[in-house]
């Protein structure tokens, strides 16, 4: 599978946004890119997923690079609920779901 | 909403004693995953059904784990014996089987946590 890289932890104050990265240099033109967060003492939970285009929902929304070596999950007002370990995964089978170390997001009131 | 249960959230056993994890998934998913997460780790795949088929068992220590998915429904691991280093908490997911396959979705149970003494 294909690696990601995301920074250890980053920190933000509620009410602003935050931009969370992720480089995948070696992804391939069949692999989604897929988000997760993990709160505290949680399983992880599905955040959004896409392949090409940005992609948006009511949770966050996705923007990737043009030659998708890049992507960006984006929180657009943090609140204290959304402190968790953000997960940067590629898929492109149906194999089960790699997982890397992931951003430790904190949300400062 | 519809959610996979497991059960039990908590488990405190013995070294040596046997422990088992239950998994209801999302009615209809096919896909069943059972995950191990040590402390501070992410998430690592232990074994991967397709209804009652095993697809992926590579990462599973088969000496002392088994899982199974008899009719293709709800599921079980087991650890026999228990050792020090299997504290962890044990993460079952369900998914769709959907033509993208790289596009599906899965949905966590809250995950059973175990303390082995």
């Known amino acids: 599978d294909a690696k990601t890289t995301q920074p250890n932890s980053m920190e933000s104050n509620e009410e602003e946004p935050v931009h969370l990265p992720c480089n995948h240099s070696t992804i391939s033109g069949t692999d989604y890119i897929h988000w997760y967060r993990q709160l505290p003492s949680q399983g992880p939970e599905y955040v959004i997923h896409g392949l090409t285009s940005n992609v948006n929902n009511r949770m966050a929304s996705l923007a990737i690079a043009e030659d998708r070596k890049s992507s960006t999950l984006i929180l657009h007002r943090a609140t204290l609920r959304d402190a968790a370990v953000y997960y940067c995964i590629l898929r492109r089978g149906a194999d089960g779901l790699t997982f890397g170390k992931g951003t430790h997001l904190i949300i400062q009131p | 909403e519809a959610e996979v249960a497991q059960s039990p959230r908590y488990k405190i056993t013995e070294k040596s004693q046997a422990v088992a994890f239950w998994c209801d998934p999302i009615?209809?998913?096919?896909?069943l995953y059972w995950y191990r997460q040590i402390l501070g780790q992410g998430p690592e795949l232990l074994v991967q059904?397709?209804?009652?088929?095993?697809?992926?068992d590579s990462q599973l220590p088969k000496d002392r784990f088994s899982a199974e998915r008899l009719k293709g429904v709800d599921s079980t691991l087991k650890i026999q014996p228990a050792e020090l280093g299997d504290s962890a908490m044990y993460l079952c997911?369900?998914?769709?089987?959907?033509?993208?396959?790289?596009?599906?979705?899965?949905?966590f149970g809250a995950g059973s946590r175990l303390t082995v003494l």
């Open positions: 997911a369900s998914s769709l089987v959907g033509l993208r396959r790289g596009a599906n979705v899965l949905t």
């Open positions: 059904f397709q209804d009652e088929s095993v697809v992926d």
């Open positions: 009615s209809g998913h096919a896909t």
